[in-house]
């Protein structure tokens, strides 16, 4: 039997857990959504602020636009592709190339961010946080897209300078291929940099692959009539499926016949590839890509 004692330190200890308020467990989902929009935010805030990258990122597909478009153009005009027999001039054909370029370039550098709060500590405090890691690969995977996306449209108003007319419905066809472009390149940035340590260490990672992948994606010349190994390359670089949606629709509103702005499209086995499909692979290798980034972050380090 327990005494008078005993008996009221254990009333008193029932009365404590009773009266001890309950912990709700933290829902991590409603947190990794949160998570996604801050991390988002926090990125296009930071893009939106930094005017000089805004007009220092122009720069280069200005300079791409100008001279070898200029330049080439005049060298190419009696060409069969080019000029009065093709249809297009050069820099028309070359303009779209461009938009791709732009958002090839801020896609992948927009991930260097990751990188960057890896050394200063920023990335460690988010990953200790209750939400799954899974939101920091998403939320800097959308943040790069948007920002790509952005850089990319913003060329569009170069249009009348080139010689290229766009109506408002080709460029609300534009948007959507701009972003399924914009999504696959910054998911494989974000891929590698998650796997990065140093920003010197991806600086030099990006430059090797990104150069191959500008090349290789027609923005400066057709995928016809290549070396066969050339070809095959060409058809291994997933920009290639992103760049050749937005040549055809903006030359598909200069006029010319459906077979002419064909002539340019990317094929395989003879065959132009439907720009659905094009757009249905550069979304999947985007998918792969971001299934990669979040197995990356979900390591522990």
């Not at 309950?22 to 409603?30: G, M, Y």
């Not at 399924?180 to 010197?200: D, E, I, R």
């Not at 340019?264 to 132009?272: D, R």
Request: aromatic share 10%.
């Amino acid at each position: 039997m327990d005494g008078p004692e005993e008996m009221s330190v254990k009333t008193a200890a029932q009365g404590t857990k009773q009266s001890a308020p309950a912990v709700e467990p933290i829902d991590t989902r409603l947190a990794s959504l949160r998570a996604i929009y801050i991390i988002w935010y926090r990125d296009i805030l930071r893009y939106w602020r930094d005017r000089w990258r805004l007009v220092a990122s122009l720069a280069q597909p200005l300079l791409f636009l100008v001279v070898f478009g200029s330049g080439l153009s005049s060298a190419l005009g009696r060409g069969s592709l080019f000029g009065t027999a093709g249809g297009f001039s050069y820099i028309q054909f070359v303009y779209p190339g461009i938009i791709g370029m732009a958002i090839l370039f801020t896609a992948i550098f927009g991930a260097m961010s990751i990188v960057w709060d890896r050394e200063f500590g920023f990335l460690k405090e988010v990953l200790v946080a209750p939400i799954d890691r899974s939101a920091v690969a998403i939320g800097k995977a959308l943040g790069s897209t948007t920002q790509a996306m952005i850089q990319g449209l913003i060329l569009l108003v170069l249009a009348p300078f080139v010689g290229v007319k766009l109506s408002f419905l080709t460029i609300v066809e534009l948007i959507p291929l701009a972003a399924v472009l914009a999504f696959g390149l910054s998911t494989f940035g974000v891929a590698l940099a998650s796997s990065m340590k140093s920003l010197q260490g991806f600086q030099v990672v990006m430059n090797f692959l990104m150069m191959p992948m500008f090349f290789l994606s027609g923005a400066l010349f057709p995928l016809t009539n290549l070396p066969g190994w050339m070809t095959v390359l060409t058809r291994l670089d997933p920009a290639s499926y992103g760049v050749d949606p937005l040549r055809r629709v903006v030359l598909a509103e200069s006029g010319r016949s459906s077979a002419l702005v064909d002539s340019f499209g990317l094929t395989i086995n003879g065959q132009v590839l439907p720009i659905p499909l094009e757009a249905g692979i550069v979304l999947g290798f985007g998918a792969v890509m971001l299934g990669i980034a979040v197995v990356m972050f979900q390591r522990r380090d």
